[in-house]
């Protein structure tokens, strides 16, 4: 297997961006990441385009092809794959993309995230995200997305005595993050209070406790590490790429309090970058819901199960603490465009580990890890990345 | 929903009928065709079995803001359920105030209406869960 590097990266604006179509997200994202990379088109081998239900969002299937169109790259006839996980598309395209890069059959590879979730109206957007879910044995009953994830909420206080406040500590953290982004949904402070005055959506999750319906894409460029010296000078190196899968339903799983993909992933992706959760400076992590990063930190070994939520409030994660966790906002703040997501999350981390991350910079990162979740934690994918 | 999809899915969804590995005896739910302890030594060893209907709440929420399918029924109650049996299903938790929910409450299946496709379209019908009597 070859060493894989980015060597460029771009995304749009994330937000209600009711001027701007999916074509429009997917052109702007894969220029700025082909000019900051310095690539020609001809350079590109394939593409992996991540979009979670493009076919209920704006109606469009097949949509590798479209990014294809967008790209101008037809005559070159390239293949260019749309990939599907739920929440975790992006991450899985990136995993495509690595693995592609890795074995030798492609050099310069160009992967996209995006979605496009405005275009719907009312309650449809939630009932899309449900079918990340298992239709015929949860959502038919009556359990919505934010639902599963309340199960999860209520499960960890009960067993662990994590708080209800602990969890909104994590939406203020991330709106403060965010508010430095200026690539973010929301960029403005919220409080506890905020939190907890918020409508109620699934008990014990209030609406500040769920990141946002959002439109943006984001993309990435592979090659292989010593044909990227030859692009540029600022080289991340994938350290590790591994994606985990577990059973589509919550009910199923063999833990509650935890995502047993997640940690399937961590524990390989740490071995594969012979690394310890302590070496990593910076994480993006898959805070979908202000619980799902109590238990991804817990998942990836920056604390013990059961102490996410003291550490939280200890401020552990914050943009000054030992391991800063979504600096970019997180899904919370920097919003959620389901398929783009994973990719979005690799944009940070490759600025924070080229010093480009300005008002949110982690001083002196060198390694950061990305943790992207599809549905109730049915797949999972964690990269490890170094500038090197 | 297309009327076979609801449809192939009764036996489950009104009798409790899951899939008991004849080679280790583990009992699954919803029904599965493959156990995924004893994998292919258990192709074709999948029985029928009926679950008692009996079980514990592990985790429960309130649902205040509904899918379009439950549109007018919230506030409801979600539960994962431990079956009797080992399993865990998902189902509401209904006949009860909301408050008296709690992790380690027995309830039990009962029959009801789940939803229906529009006003005129058909009724869903399946298991939900009530405290039990016992
Ligand atoms: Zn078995």
Redo the contacts with the bound molecule.
């Keep these: 297997m070859r060493e894989v590097a980015v060597i460029g990266i771009g995304m749009t604006e994330f937000g209600e961006l009711w001027q701007k179509s999916f074509r429009e997200l997917v052109a702007e994202a894969g220029v700025k990441a082909i000019l900051d990379a310095g690539i020609e088109g001809e350079d590109i081998d394939a593409m992996y385009i991540g979009g979670m239900s493009t076919g209920r969002f704006i109606g469009q299937e097949h949509v590798g092809s479209l990014a294809l169109e967008v790209a101008g790259l037809e005559d070159l006839h390239i293949p260019a794959t749309r990939v599907e996980a739920a929440c975790a598309s992006g991450g899985v395209a990136m995993h495509q993309g690595y693995i592609a890069v890795a074995s030798g059959m492609y050099d310069i590879v160009v992967v996209g995230g995006a979605e496009k979730m405005t275009d719907v109206v009312g309650g449809e957007a939630t009932n899309i995200l449900a079918s990340a879910a298992d239709r015929e044995w949860e959502s038919f009953f009556g359990a919505t997305f934010p639902g599963l994830y309340a199960l999860m909420a209520r499960y960890h206080m009960h067993h662990h005595g994590t708080t209800q406040e602990q969890l909104a500590m994590v939406a203020v953290k991330n709106h403060h993050n965010g508010s430095l982004n200026p690539k973010a949904q929301f960029r403005r402070e919220i409080s506890v209070e905020d939190v907890l005055n918020s409508p109620i959506v699934a008990e014990p999750l209030h609406l500040l406790d769920c990141s946002p319906i959002t439109d943006g894409a984001a993309a990435a460029i592979l090659a292989p590490v010593d044909i990227a010296r030859k692009y540029t000078d600022k080289i991340i190196k994938i350290k590790a790429s591994v994606q985990a899968c577990d059973t589509l339903s919550f009910h199923s799983r063999s833990r509650f309090d935890s995502l047993p993909a997640a940690v399937h992933a961590a524990k390989k992706a740490y071995e594969m970058a012979g690394v310890k959760p302590s070496d990593i400076d910076v994480a993006e992590v898959h805070d979908c819901f202000t619980i799902a990063e109590i238990i991804a930190i817990e998942d990836l070994g920056f604390v013990e199960k059961g102490k996410g939520g003291k550490a939280t409030e200890e401020g552990l994660t914050a943009l000054d603490g030992q391991i800063p966790v979504n600096t970019s906002g997180g899904l919370k703040a920097k919003g959620h465009p389901v398929g783009a997501t994973g990719v979005a999350q690799i944009n940070e981390i490759v600025m924070q580990l080229r010093g480009e991350a300005d008002k949110r910079q982690v001083k002196g990162a060198t390694i950061g890890l990305t943790h992207n979740v599809g549905g109730s934690g049915g797949t999972a994918v964690v990269h490890i990345l170094e500038a090197i | 929903m297309g009327v076979a999809r609801y449809w192939r899915e009764i036996p489950a969804r009104y009798n409790l009928i899951g899939k008991k590995?004849?080679?280790?005896?583990?009992v699954y739910f919803p029904p599965r065709t493959i156990?995924?302890?004893?994998?292919r030594?258990?192709i074709g060893?999948m029985q029928d079995y009926k679950l008692s209907g009996k079980g514990t709440v592990e985790s429960y929420t309130i649902i205040y803001t509904p899918p379009p399918e439950f549109e007018g029924k919230a506030p409801y109650a979600i539960a994962l359920i431990k079956m009797e049996e080992g399993c865990y299903l998902t189902g509401q938790i209904v006949d009860c105030k909301l408050d008296e929910i709690h992790i380690g409450m027995k309830v039990e299946a009962c029959f009801r209406r789940i939803q229906e496709d529009g006003k005129r379209g058909a009724i869903y019908y399946g298991y939900k869960f009530r405290k039990a009597e016992s």
């Design positions: 590995c004849e080679i280790c005896g583990k156990c995924p302890k004893c994998r030594k258990s060893k």
